[in-house]
């Protein structure tokens, strides 16, 4: 299998996934700014949408969108029990929560990357962040991980996301719950192998 990623975008998600799955697979570059691979090859014509992450199968088929690659790759090692069986009441939480890290959290950062954005519309979608936040922070009150004892994939996406805070100034320093997630997760082999990959830590 083929991953394509950038840096501290979100396909550091499926990357940190692919990691904890234990699967073999080629990370691609591609970066977001110029939309090419290292050898100039057009990122547009592997994904017309034109953004990370997209894992290319050993069938040539290609699955785009972080939440569903995911569930594709946790699918291929059940007993790794990164992803609850399908049609189990446990599958749709994890669903649940990949769900709301997509369109409350992920979306939300989206517009402070842009530096068009005017910064009194910045302020609003910091303040909407942390409020999002800290219902997360609730969630995570006595337990380890998003939906229990057990690391899962949306584990790895809310990690992937919650780390873009420091570099927009969402201030989260306050939530003691997410801040503890968030150092645990970074002492998972699998985040510290991704990270690495990527060049965001040594």
């Not at 100039?40 to 939440?67: A, C, F, H, M, Q």
């Not at 959290?105 to 530096?115: A, V």
């Not at 380890?144 to 584990?155: I, K, M, N, Q, R």
Request: proline share 7%; glycine share 8%.
């Amino acid at each position: 299998m083929k991953l394509y990623y950038s840096p501290v975008a979100c396909s550091l998600s499926p990357h940190i996934v692919l990691k904890e799955a234990g699967l073999p697979f080629e990370a691609v570059l591609a970066s977001t700014k110029t939309h090419k691979l290292a050898d100039g090859t057009d990122y547009y014509s592997i994904n017309p949408k034109g953004y990370v992450p997209l894992l290319e199968l050993d069938s040539g088929e290609r699955l785009t969108e972080g939440p569903v690659i995911v569930q594709y790759i946790a699918d291929q090692v059940p007993e790794r029990g990164l992803m609850p069986p399908a049609g189990t009441l446990a599958r749709y939480r994890v669903q649940e929560w990949l769900n709301f890290i997509t369109s409350e959290l992920h979306k939300g950062f989206s517009p402070l990357f842009n530096p068009a954005m005017p910064e009194e519309a910045k302020a609003l979608l910091r303040a909407k962040l942390v409020e999002r936040f800290t219902w997360v922070d609730g969630q995570l009150a006595g337990k380890p991980y998003l939906t229990g004892e057990a690391f899962c994939v949306a584990d790895a996406y809310l990690f992937t996301v919650t780390n873009w805070s420091q570099f927009v100034g969402v201030d989260i320093a306050g939530l003691a719950n997410l801040g503890a997630f968030m150092e645990r997760m970074r002492q998972r082999p699998a985040v510290q192998a991704a990270m690495q990959a990527e060049g965001l830590i040594k």
